[in-house]
């Protein structure tokens, strides 16, 4: 997305959230909402934004007249903290299933209204009464094939963590939710078996490559490292990947679909939300099957619409993952909702030490 290029990632931890996490969801009075022609939405930067202004905000905005402003996102503390004031200044929140979903269990979202709901039958992941996915990306490994060919470069999780076979840097997101699925299944569990998550055996398996990794704070970031050949390997989003094999997109990397981690893009409407109508008309739209399907033939994502996958071009095919493949992973939104905030502050905690 393009409104403001953000340095913040995906799922980017910052300092001082335990606090907010940890205080008492007092809800004030939001600011009235007035009649408007706006409505403001989370954004994560780089070429992803870019391509998605082109392709959903703009093009919403010339049917409607709504205008989309995007802002930087932090994780859900600052969703939190609005809450926690009555100010509320977002309309949507867009991220990860696993973000949302906790965010559904502590309630933080609107219900949807029927112009949502009545999308349902089209999605292949379900919708609930407040949280609606459009979209899901890919992780798995990326190198320079300039200087790896083949034979000399991981493809799969166990080889990524194998620093005896593939010796080199590492460059992978501090973030928890993926990176912990990754590290079970570098280290033998099966696809199966990772939930609950063994928290133990999975640090026990970052340890083994932590001193050789590099965590790049946002996902542009995470693509910049292995363009520059200051880490070698990486765990990046295959849109991300792609993005670099167009014209204007620097050093090509190659991405690996042979074992990969998915999560899912997912939307709310923010609890007290001043332009609430407007935020749902919006995410009704970019649920619509050519709208998903423009998008995803602009940033190679997976698109939820059972009826955009057959508007796929073949350039976008290319770039999408065999689901039926058994050692693919889809990550686990429920486990999540329940585990998020006590595994997220682990995590930092381990990423510091």
Known sequence: MNGSVSTVTRRSFLAGTAGVLMAPMVTGPSRAAAPSSSLTMVSY????????????????TKETGIEVKLVNAPDLSKVKAMLLTGNVEWDIYVGSGTWLASGSKQGLWERFDPSIVELKRDLA???????????MFVMGVAWDPKKYGPGNHPTNFAEFFDLKKFP????????????????????????????????????????????????????????TLLQAGEVDFGLIYSNRARTTNDPDGGVPLAFSFEQNVLNTDTLAVVKGAPNKENAMKLI?????????ARLANQVSTVPVSKMAASMLSPEARKWQPDLNKPSHLVVNSEYWADNYEAVSRRFKEWLIT
């Not at 009704?284 to 998903?292: F, K, S, T």
């Open 45 to 60: 930067g780089g070429s992803y934004e870019e391509a998605f202004v082109r392709t959903v905000t703009n093009p919403f």
């Open 284 to 292: 009704a739209y970019m649920l619509r099957p050519e709208v998903e």
């Open 168 to 223: 080199g840097r590492r460059g992978m997101r501090p973030v928890p939710d993926g990176t912990l699925e990754a590290a079970l299944l570098a280290d033998g569990v099966s696809v199966k078996d990772v939930y609950p998550l063994d928290l133990d055996r999975a640090f026990k398996a970052l340890d083994r490559i932590k001193s050789n990794t590099v965590w790049p704070p946002t996902a542009p970031q995470s693509v």
């Open 125 to 135: 992941v379900p919708l609930t009464s407040d949280l609606a996915t459009y979209e």
